[in-house]
């Protein structure tokens, strides 16, 4: 079982940074597939971007490359997203996910996780 604990989110304005963290339990998370995923109101969860197991390839949705960057720190049991150049279609309850699932290809689908955060709320104002 892993326990996966968000925190960072709040509110920026536009053109800000934010840096979201999701803290894992468990003596295995260098075996886990990372993953943000993130929903708006109204909105199907989307996902944002992924880092895998030991060697940390990273993917990333169309919406956020150049502006978001995922990152892992084993020896913490932490992974980080930072977020740069927010706007406003970035607000959404953020999500951590984890899977020792080993077929990367399939990181940008939700199902393809095992266990979820409570998410933390990213608000970005104009």
């Known amino acids: 079982q892993v326990q996966l604990v968000e925190s960072g989110g709040g509110l920026v304005q536009a053109g800000g940074s934010l840096r979201l963290s999701c803290a894992a339990s468990?003596?295995?998370?260098?075996?886990?597939?990372m993953g943000w995923f993130r929903q708006a109101p109204g909105k199907e969860r989307e996902f944002v971007a992924a880092?895998?197991?030991?060697?940390?390839?990273?993917y990333y949705a169309d919406s956020v490359k150049g502006r978001f960057t995922i990152s892992r720190d084993n020896a913490k049991n932490t992974v980080h997203l930072q977020m740069n150049s927010l706007k406003l279609e970035d607000t959404a309850v953020y999500y951590c996910?984890?899977?020792?699932?080993?077929?990367?290809?399939?990181?940008?689908?939700?199902?393809?996780?095992?266990?979820w955060g409570q998410g933390t709320q990213v608000t970005v104002s104009s």
């Open positions: 996910a984890a899977t020792s699932n080993r077929m990367p290809r399939l990181a940008q689908y939700g199902n393809y996780y095992d266990y």
């Open positions: 468990g003596r295995t998370f260098s075996s886990y597939t």
């Open positions: 880092i895998t197991w030991s060697s940390g390839v990273t």
